[in-house]
């Protein structure tokens, strides 16, 4: 499992260099794009496969068989470290299902280099690779995922990104940081809050995105869990001030609610 640049040719490793050189066969999800790294390199030239999600299934099991006769086998990406949001899963399987050597060459990985000079609190982190491109469900897991404390890490596409950062406003005042063309000529970071964000961002952008939101024990800090449920108590009952709650200060609901149920019943008294 080689990785390779998710950019700049010259991030490629000695070793990964010095593996593909030495394998039989390299599985490729693009051979054109793989075609000009070999070439940057000086590859002194060996088999070429394609192995991308729509042919998979039929050649994962024929590269086991050449495995156990004694070929050496490279699995590329596109770009960055193999499998991250890329096919091979299945060939991965396989191999060790069958007994096989299965070797990890590391190197650039789009999430660890935008995480790498991430301003804002950003550990733990929790990755959920493409956010869906269906705008009710890609909207119902950020508010999923917004309600854990974790830091939260998404790839996003140059033509939904716009979309994903105005759901984000509107579900969480977190801040973020916005990754583009990372180690490219034209590379890019904007941070702020998601309507700071969307403000400086082009209306068609070009290039896919890594999308690193603060952990929510940061957001805690700025907004006072007891001082928010109290507030929104005024006007709501206690599960949708629970649920505002926990948006706002990046909690969990169930924590947001016991404090609502809480605070409520105090309030009742208060009022008696």
């Known amino acids: 499992m080689v990785a390779t640049p998710i950019g ?3 991030d490629m ?25 070999l070439q940057h390199i ?32 490279a699995l590329v990406s596109d770009a960055g470290t193999p499998l991250i949001n890329d096919p091979g899963y299945l060939l991965l399987q396989l191999a060790w299902q069958a007994g ?4 990890p060459v590391p190197g650039a990985c789009s999430i660890t280099t935008a995480l790498s000079v991430c301003p804002i609190p950003c550990q733990p982190f929790r990755y959920v690779g493409f956010l869906s491109g269906k705008p009710r469900l890609r909207r119902s897991q950020l508010e999923h995922w917004l309600m854990m404390p974790d830091a939260l890490v998404f790839l996003e596409s140059p033509h939904r990104i716009r979309a994903a950062l105005s759901d984000i406003a ?19 970071f904007i941070t702020g809050s998601a309507k700071e964000v969307l403000a400086q961002l082009a209306e068609t952008p070009k290039g896919e995105f890594v999308c690193v939101v603060e952990a929510a024990e940061s957001v805690t800090n700025r907004f006072d869990l007891t001082h928010v449920v109290t507030a929104l108590l005024q006007e709501l009952a206690p599960t949708q001030a629970a649920k505002l709650a926990a948006q706002i200060c990046g909690v969990r609901k169930k924590e947001a609610y016991d404090l609502a149920l809480q605070l409520s019943s105090g309030q009742g008294r208060n009022e008696r």
């Open 42 to 73: 000086d590859h002194a030239g060996c088999e070429l496969l394609s192995v991308h999600e729509h042919n998979e299934e039929h050649i994962a099991p024929q590269l086991i068989k050449r495995l156990q006769q004694g070929t050496d086998i």
């Open 170 to 188: 509107d579900l969480s005042p977190r801040q973020l940081m916005i990754g583009r063309e990372m180690t490219k000529q034209y590379e890019s």
């Open 100 to 103: 096989l050597r299965v070797v």
């Open 8 to 10: 700049h040719l010259g």
């Open 13 to 37: 490793s000695r070793r990964g260099i010095e593996t593909l050189n030495h394998v039989g066969v390299i599985a490729a999800e693009d051979t054109r794009r793989t075609r000009v790294l």
